[in-house]
């Protein structure tokens, strides 16, 4: 072996030992910190998860007509759907990932994020501090699709919405 070899590898002896010492000091600071901060993100995972459990308490029995800002849908539903719905139903528009409505949005998308039946416009009500829901996505559609009334939506709402009044759980009994 030569002179230059033996020095390159003493070099990468030395370098390897330098970072295993780094490592054995810095790990006794870092690895506490790291724990610390995995802590800290369950502790507040669990208070939002009571704040959201504290909404739902305070909101049971309420029903929620949920629709995306889609051109398409929206104005529809702004001109003939939103002034025939009962007045305590809460109105929820998505525009983009982000929704509007009178709510605390962290709740709400917390709501929407769990729903179980994919596809707006959709309804949902709070029932035994669970959020049951159901898509009017196909008749809203066949509905725009072939152009006939908005009375054929708001029928078929209704008959989705008493679904809901009756849930018992978390689930829609059929």
């Known amino acids: 072996m030569s ?3 033996t020095g390159m590898l003493i070099l990468h002896w030395v370098s390897v030992a330098i970072g ?3 490592v054995l000091v810095v790990l006794p600071f870092v690895l506490p910190l790291i724990l610390l901060l995995m802590g800290v ?7 939002s998860e009571q704040r959201y459990a504290a909404f739902l308490a305070q909101h049971e029995g309420a029903e929620f007509f949920c629709y995306t800002n889609r051109m398409t849908s929206r104005a529809f539903v702004e001109e ?13 528009q998505l525009e983009g990932r ?8 962290t709740y709400i998308s917390h709501m929407l994020h769990n729903i179980e039946q994919i596809g707006f416009p959709n309804v949902l009500k709070i029932v035994n501090g669970h959020v049951v829901d159901t898509s ?4 809203w559609y066949a509905i ?3 152009k006939r009334s908005p009375d054929v939506f708001l029928q078929a709402l209704e008959a989705q919405l008493a679904r809901l009044r009756k849930a018992k759980g978390d689930r829609i009994e059929l």
């Open 80 to 92: 003939h759907i939103l002034s025939a719905l009962d007045p305590h139903i809460h109105i929820i």
């Open 144 to 146: 725009l699709n072939q």
């Open 41 to 47: 993100s369950r502790i507040r995972a669990r208070q």
């Open 136 to 139: 009017l996505h196909d008749e």
């Open 3 to 5: 002179v230059k070899q």
């Open 20 to 22: 295993v010492v780094g």
């Open 98 to 105: 982000k929704p509007i409505s009178t709510f605390d949005e």
